[in-house]
């Protein structure tokens, strides 16, 4: 069972809480063009607020082949969002912020701003993962309510994806103890459409809804993994169902692997396809669970160490020594279609990690480079 039943907390060494105004510039730079949390999280690292890397977006985006600046999002646009998503009943919540889960902020790429909705206490609880396929099975979908409710009692809090399937099974089972449902789309652009009034309940009970798009955003077959992003990093593992091989679920698993979360997978018949994915999970070392007690006994240890925030301390400045030419070239000459590391970049060129960054970081705010998960990147 949960240390303090159910009122446990995913605490913090520290608090934060910012301003008006920097919670303006917050979203003015995530929402510029070709600002994503990586990048966000590099430019303020390195120029020491957002304001002050707003400033600098125009110049590292031309040094890095743009022809034109990209758009940037301007002050009184942040302003209406703000002011639009306060109407619905949405806080911007920024990492060590209340309401921002913890282990969330710990993620490489946790969003700089969560729009967040409900009941704040519950996101500051203990969570645990279940997801799986939205064609589930009867005794898939009865096992998936079993758990949650079951994980409910112990104290803990399931966050799913709101998803046909067994995202619907385990949020209804654990309505009453208290569920967070991670929305693909803005707030008012709820997927899928029939499930609105299973997010009215979550919400009335003591629950929540986060999400990092704006209101008005539809989602979009790439946002359903950046979702899936959350669910896993604002956990302490993940529990798979259900999954056919290459299944979405399957990717969340993934993230949760590369997050260092504990990932859980249900096995099935070796005669269902819909068994397949997880039972290769299990294969591959994944925890395997028929009861609740798998996943309270697996992740009470992880429980037992403290939770620390991560402080960023200004860099100094990467871009105060201009690359030269030829280290930009040599840098591009090494990137194409297919993802490589950082880590080889700078053992290939010969350049420094600081020169690296800076190129990589000119190329992304330039609309030429795409970032992967475990450090890889990629031309556009």
Known sequence: MLPAQGDAVDAINSSVELTEAERIDCLRLIRSDN?????????????????????????????????????????DEARAELAASRKFGIAWRAPGED??????????????LLAVRGDTKT???????IVGSRNASGAGLKFAGQLARELGEAGFIVISGLARGVDQAAHRASVASGTIAVLAGGHDCIYPPEHGDLLGSILEHQGAAISEMPLGHEPRARDFPRRNRL??????????VEAAHRSGSLITARMAAEQGREVFAV????????????NDLIKQGATLVTEAADIINAVAPIMERPLMHPISEPDSDPFEHDPQSHDRDQITGLLGPAPISIDDLVRMSGASPAIVRTILLELELAGRLERHGGGLVSLL
Do not use: K, N, W
């Not at 309401?99 to 700089?112: E, K, N, Q, T």
């Not at 096995?267 to 397949?276: K, M, N, Q, V």
């Open 267 to 278: 096995p099935g018949s070796p005669l269902d396809p819909r068994a397949a994915g997880t």
């Open 35 to 75: 600002v994503g949390p990586r990048t966000f999280r590099s430019l303020v690292d390195h120029f020491g607020s957002a304001r002050a890397a707003l400033e600098r977006l125009p110049d590292l985006a031309r040094r890095g082949g743009a022809q034109r600046s990209g758009r940037i999002c301007s002050a």
């Open 123 to 129: 996101l500051m609880r203990p969570m645990i993962g």
């Open 231 to 240: 669910i896993s990093g604002a956990s302490l593992g993940v529990v798979i």
């Open 99 to 112: 309401g921002y889960p913890a282990r969330l902020a710990m993620i490489d790429d946790a969003p700089p």
